[in-house]
């Protein structure tokens, strides 16, 4: 609302603003409207919120190639590799509010830590199979926190994107699975006793 009369302060370093509200039929209110600072630690909070979903997705993931693959000690090494992930989130959510903020905690101590582990995924399974373990590891641990994290309005959308990618990698190994001869002998090629 602009002031009924404008005068030169008498020290001349300012104005004397005069509102006349005697007659003025208004819906506004009075006051002052300032600018919102941006919160440091809304964007960490937004993508932190996202990554447990992800961490999920990468668990799974893991626990699924490292049982099929037979890896040695699979599901031991699953539950190492998830608690690292893990770590990198919470280093992650302390870093940004101590040190970096959130973009320089991303690339200087999550964005190693990601690719380091998808690079060790990648050696223990080996082949086709590991290098689409490591690269889901890192949409679900980068992309997805991130993207959904920090576009609101399509979350659910991101989330149901990466489900899309599980199931699709997981039935991959699975039709891979049944295709495989299997080692066992069956019952009708077991010699008769």
């Avoid at 300012?14 to 300032?34: C, N, P, V």
């Avoid at 919160?39 to 799974?60: C, D, H, K, S, Y």
């Avoid at 926190?145 to 994107?161: F, I, K, T």
Wanted: include cysteine; aromatic fraction near 10%; charge should be negative.
């Amino acid at each position: 609302m602009s002031p009924t009369d404008i005068k030169p302060s008498p020290d001349g370093r300012g104005s004397l603003l005069t509102y006349r509200l005697d007659h003025a039929i208004s819906q506004k209110g009075m006051g002052i409207s300032l600018p919102t600072l941006p919160q440091p630690g809304a964007t960490t909070n937004a993508v932190l919120g996202e990554a447990e979903r992800g961490w999920m997705l990468i668990v799974a993931a893991l626990l699924l190639t490292f049982t099929l693959s037979e890896v040695r000690r699979g599901p031991l090494l699953g539950v190492l590799f998830a608690s690292a992930i893990a770590l990198a989130f919470g280093l992650l959510g302390d870093f940004s509010d101590l040190l970096f903020g959130f973009w320089g905690t991303a690339l200087m101590v999550f964005l190693p830590l990601m690719l380091s582990l998808a690079w060790l995924v990648k050696r223990m399974v080996g082949g086709t199979r590991g290098c689409a373990l490591a690269g889901l590891m890192l949409v679900f641990g980068l992309l997805y926190p991130a993207a959904a994290g920090l576009d609101g309005d399509r979350q659910s959308l991101y989330l149901n994107v990466c489900g899309f990618l599980f199931l699709a990698f997981a039935a991959w190994q699975l039709a891979d699975e049944l295709r495989a001869p299997s080692e066992e002998p069956s019952v009708s090629t077991q010699p008769a006793q």
